[in-house]
């Protein structure tokens, strides 16, 4: 079957309000008629290092060397964390019952926000049942009418979604560019009341580091806040694993620091720590806290026990940047273009997008799991393959997957 683009399933408008569903539908069932369609893989065992599938284009189970889950420190397992989370159900069942002002607070949740707070160096923290809406709520609280959110291009859809809710001012400016941000806060200088310059930590399709400590000093200079999101950072950077703060040596010294429950530290959830006064005005002015029941007891028992692993076993995270180094530095050799890649985060820059299907349905087919991503999540030209590394991969994991990709860099001319 011809493969096509989506612009050729694009109808006449069309009155009826489903109608834009048609062709989208159109375009994903060629995609899965050419098997080019690799997304929402049915995992029949647990996020680890190799998973089992179920191949919808063979209909068997089959087992794949996983390179796309985000279980960086390999904790959804542990068995400490599984314990916990067990004792947790065992005490408070399935859920909290309630949104958190209104009965939904457990002591768990107290012990939770207490441990984040200290590990990331502020007074206290509010947690939130997904990372994305810890952002939203976040932004969408702090910045008013009359205030600027001033974004890094490369920021998470979560920031942008926030700053858009806000009814204040969304401006960017170029990814991890100092220039370009001191522009955009000279002009927006006396136009807004506040500014807040928000930034990935360390940024999700790019696994790159933010600047924070030029951005500390433009942020003093024009009088801005600073708010970072640490989803891909907590528990991976930093010598202790505390983060991109840690990492530069700047603990205490940003803002807002917001991030994910769900990466390495392999639950699901999202918080914001920050002063108490900060946090005391999310509970009653972020909206994705105030309406939404408060996380289940048994992810949070697990949450706890993984910050404690996190803060005990630093034998992972060093097995992590063994993994990082091994996996940066032989792809590097290849000639693989992997943008400034410094983290557990791997691109792999391929630019054309039918080389990328191609290569995509390769690897797939050769027991891989890898994540290609196309516009608009990334640049048109800058579409890409994207790894994710754990500490539990193997050698093996490592080198099989190194053999896969260099054997389809080969064949399509990237190296
Ligand atoms: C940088 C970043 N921020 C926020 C999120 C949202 O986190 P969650 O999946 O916990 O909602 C993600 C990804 O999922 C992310 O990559």
Redesign the pocket.
């Known amino acids: 079957m011809e493969d096509k683009n989506l612009t050729d399933f694009l109808e006449l408008p069309d009155r009826d309000i489903l109608a834009k569903t048609r062709p989208f539908f159109a375009f994903t069932e060629n995609l899965i008629n050419n098997k080019f369609h690799h997304w929402h893989r049915i995992l029949s065992s647990p996020s680890e290092r190799r998973v089992k599938i179920l191949d919808n284009y063979t209909n068997t189970e089959r087992e794949m060397v996983m390179m796309a889950s985000n279980n960086y420190l390999g904790l959804t397992t542990h068995p400490r964390v599984k314990e916990a989370a067990r004792r947790a159900l065992e005490k408070f069942g399935i859920g909290a019952g309630s949104v958190p002002l209104f009965g939904g607070t457990l002591d768990l949740h107290r012990e939770l926000e207490q441990k984040l707070a200290a590990i990331k160096g502020c007074e206290d923290a509010i947690i939130f049942t997904?990372?994305?809406s810890a952002?939203v709520g976040c932004v969408s609280a702090l910045v008013r009418k009359d205030d600027v959110a001033i974004n890094d291009r490369l920021n998470?859809a979560?920031l942008i979604d926030g700053c858009r809710l806000s009814g204040g001012t969304l401006r960017a400016f170029r990814h991890n560019d100092m220039e370009s941000l001191e522009k955009v806060l000279a002009s927006c200088d006396r136009e807004f009341q506040g500014k807040l310059i928000i930034v990935?930590g360390v940024f999700?399709m790019d696994g790159d580091i933010s600047p924070l400590p030029e951005i500390k000093k433009l942020a003093d200079k024009y009088g801005a806040r600073i708010m970072i999101?640490e989803?891909?950072a907590t528990g991976v950077i930093g010598e202790n694993g505390r983060g991109t703060p840690e990492h530069f040596h700047m603990e205490g010294q940003i803002d807002v620091v917001a991030g994910?429950?769900?990466k390495a530290l392999a639950g699901?959830?999202?918080f914001v720590a920050s002063s108490r006064k900060v946090v005391n005005y999310l509970r009653f002015y972020a909206r994705s806290y105030m309406f939404s029941t408060a996380l289940p007891p048994a992810v949070t028992g697990g949450l706890i026990a993984a910050l404690d692993v996190i803060q005990t076993e630093p034998e992972l995270r060093e097995k992590l940047w063994q993994n990082i180094d091994y996996m940066l530095g032989n792809l590097k050799k290849m000639g693989f273009d992997l943008g400034n890649a410094r983290t557990a985060i791997i691109p792999i820059i391929v630019g054309d997008e039918r080389i990328l299907k191609l290569m995509s349905k390769e690897i797939h087919e050769a027991g891989i799991f890898v994540n290609s991503v196309y516009y608009p999540a990334v640049p048109k030209k800058l579409s890409r393959l994207r790894l994710s590394l754990m500490a539990t991969h193997t050698r093996e994991d490592l080198d099989d997957t190194l053999a896969v990709l260099e054997k389809a860099g080969k064949k399509h001319g990237l190296i």
Do not use: M, Q
């Open positions: 997904s990372g994305y952002n998470h979560s990935d999700s999101d989803a891909h994910t429950l769900s699901v959830g999202g």
